[in-house]
């Protein structure tokens, strides 16, 4: 074994030869093999592409940049690319881009492949590049449109009327498939949103096919004048209808109208107890005005001493133990027995001085509804006065009651003293909207508030008109039981926010009754909750959603929801279409519900025994397409309506006397 050290010093020169040619050649084949590989797993498209010029300029400019806006940054064989083409091929591609087909001429390379000449096999993405282009956005502002939120799609719903056409979220386009409804799941419905987008189309195509088809009662109260084209429904007036009779009617509620509603409204209705019905009067006439307690309680009470003087209050044990305890005269004991024989009853033992202890229920009513016939709104309002004169030193309730004076001044005065006035010949507004054959009657009556008339009158108007309809059809059921018809009502509340809360009180208004949030007559809230057990359906209007009472919105388990914008109207809005209000899930709906299209609405039909049918649906409510009619075409059609004194008038006047 031996060790060694050498030193030695050495010089070495190396070349390496590089072939690029081949080198580019296996790149660009490496590349092509990658987008077959994802052609093979993903797919791929033959596409052709043809940019469409006006002028050789147009041509020129194009060439140059399609290959700037498609050239990508992916691995491609070769970049975008444009070609010119001979006069022969121009007018072959044009036909094909006219016909909107691809070119089907064959390129073959010999013995190598063979394919289609104008056609290049693209990958999902680089398909995607052309078919979803970029977006240019003009200055600053962000022009993305977000997502319209998913609904529900019903291709085979159940029901015999349709209401509104459904937009499908998988193809984003509203189709021909109809929102329908049957009699099962109809209920009190809300029509909510913005003014100008489509609630009251929606609301008329439900009163017109379920009057028509389901041969309904409906009641129109209209705050202003937007329903009158009701006159043309077709199918409903004499000329369309099924038993060629008319069941379409028009009344007015501002004076000088040319069919005014003639409705004394002091007098007592057919089927409402007449201390009841005081009782109503004084309330609603209050709620519409938002008067306090002190302003309800001096109504009340000069309502209660008007029935007392005049013998209304009949089955008060006061009154019969007074001197209009008996009957008073032969026109009394004719009413009696005329009610006697409706009923198949004796008629003897009647005379002037029969105790009114002894007649029925029925009867003390008929004799409520004959007694109250000779009151009217200006005795009501020269009681007040009276109230007022005698409470010179009480400020405060002067001030009230010079605030119940200027609301109720004005039925006393001019025509509307005249149109609420004491009528023997007025309209029994019970019996408002059955029309046609007595044994099957129905149809749709418009009321019109008209511009012409203040907010308070009307809002007092069709609120106690409300309340008597429904009240009578409470009693109706009733006597259905015992094999009567009476079809089932409906009434439709414009501008409810108005009707069920009252207008803006201002000087009329009592500061001191402490009255917070949504004044509403308990009335109201009754009906909304019992209403279909009486078969009595009410369906509001409404603007603003925060300002109608809870209780009401809740009760209407239909809703068709319009663009509204209020974040208060959204917050209550979503839990009605079974949507998150708080936190961070459903935000999607809340801000949808600001940016949804005119005409169209959220529709959901919540009565059903089956979770599947609740879900919300976008729907484009289906117009009624008819003209309005004028007051001209309204008077010719169904006549004009006066209200100068008739015989009947006259007649009673004087036995009043």
Request: aromatic share 8%; charged share 20%; proline share 5%.
């Amino acid at each position: 074994m031996s060790v060694g050290v050498a030193p030695s010093f050495s010089l070495s020169n190396a070349y390496q030869w590089q072939d690029d040619p081949y080198i580019l050649l296996t790149d660009i084949m490496r590349t092509q093999r990658k987008l077959l590989d994802i052609a093979s797993r993903e797919g791929a498209f033959y596409t052709d592409l043809y940019a469409l010029a006006t002028s050789e300029q147009g041509i020129q400019a194009m060439m140059g940049l399609i290959p700037e806006a498609f050239h990508g940054t992916e691995d491609v064989v070769s970049g975008v690319q444009t070609r010119a083409l001979t006069d022969p091929e121009q007018a072959y591609i044009g036909l094909h881009a006219r016909a909107f087909t691809p070119s089907t001429r064959i390129e073959t390379i010999p013995e190598a492949m063979s394919g289609y000449a104008d056609s290049t096999l693209l990958t999902m993405l680089q398909v995607a590049a052309y078919t979803a282009p970029g977006m240019f956005e003009q200055g600053s502002a962000l022009t993305t449109q977000e997502e319209t939120p998913a609904f529900a799609f019903y291709p085979d719903m159940p029901g015999n009327i349709t209401l509104a056409r459904q937009w499908s979220s998988e193809t984003g386009l509203l189709t021909d498939t109809f929102l329908k409804l049957s009699p099962d799941r109809h209920f009190h419905t809300a029509f909510v949103g913005d003014t100008g987008f489509g609630k009251s189309i929606a609301a008329e195509r439900l009163a017109y096919e379920t009057t028509r088809f389901w041969h309904y009662r409906t009641i129109v109260l209209d705050f202003g004048q937007g329903w009158r084209k009701a006159l043309n429904w077709p199918g409903v007036g004499p000329k369309g209808s099924e038993d060629s009779l008319g069941h379409v009617d028009i009344r007015q509620l501002y004076p000088g109208s040319p069919r005014p509603l003639r409705w004394n409204i002091l007098q007592v209705p057919k089927r409402i107890e007449p201390g009841r019905y005081r009782s109503m009067v004084a309330e609603l006439f209050a709620n519409a005005g938002r008067m306090g307690a002190r302003q309800l309680g001096f109504m009340r009470r000069a309502l209660t001493e008007l029935y007392y003087e005049a013998g209304v209050l009949t089955g008060d044990p006061k009154l019969q133990n007074g001197p209009l305890g008996h009957l008073q005269d032969e026109h009394e004991v004719e009413l009696i027995r005329n009610e006697r024989q409706s009923l198949g009853e004796d008629l003897n033992d009647l005379h002037p001085g029969t105790l009114l202890e002894s007649l029925s229920p029925s009867e003390l009513q008929a004799l409520a509804v004959y007694r109250s016939r000779k009151l009217d709104v200006s005795k009501w309002v020269d009681r007040l006065r009276t109230y007022k004169e005698k409470l010179e030193r009480d400020q405060v309730s002067r001030t009230s009651l010079e605030g119940v004076l200027l609301r109720l001044e004005q039925f006393s005065e001019g025509h509307m003293a005249k149109q609420y006035g004491s009528s023997a010949s007025g309209t029994g507004v019970e019996d408002l909207g059955l029309m046609g054959n007595t044994d099957n009657p129905w149809g749709v009556i418009v009321i019109e508030g008209g511009a012409e008339m203040d907010e308070y009158s009307k809002a007092a108007l069709l609120s106690l008109l409300a309340s008597i309809l429904y009240s009578d059809a409470v009693t109706r059921r009733r006597e259905a039981l015992s094999g009567k018809h009476f079809p089932p009502m409906q009434i439709f509340f414009e501008e409810a926010n108005k009707v069920l809360t009252g207008v803006s009180g201002g000087a009329a208004s009592d500061q001191g009754s402490g009255e917070s949030g949504n004044p509403v007559s308990h009335l109201f809230q009754t009906m909304w909750r019992d209403g279909r057990k009486y078969n009595v359906f009410l369906h509001l209007m409404a603007q603003t959603v925060s300002e109608l009472p809870s209780g009401i919105l809740s009760s209407c388990a239909n809703v068709f929801v319009f663009q509204t914008k209020d974040p208060k109207d959204r917050d209550l809005i979503l839990p009605h279409l079974g949507r998150s209000e708080k936190g961070l899930v459903n935000t999607e709906y809340k801000r949808y519900l600001a940016r949804i299209p005119r005409t169209y609405a959220i529709a959901k039909l919540g009565y059903s025994d089956d979770v599947f049918w609740l879900e919300p649906v976008l729907v484009r409510p289906m117009i009624i397409r008819c003209n309005e009619p004028s007051d001209l075409e309204i008077t010719q059609e169904l006549g004009a309506v006066s209200l100068e004194r008739t015989a009947s008038d006259i007649l009673a006047a004087n036995r009043s006397q």
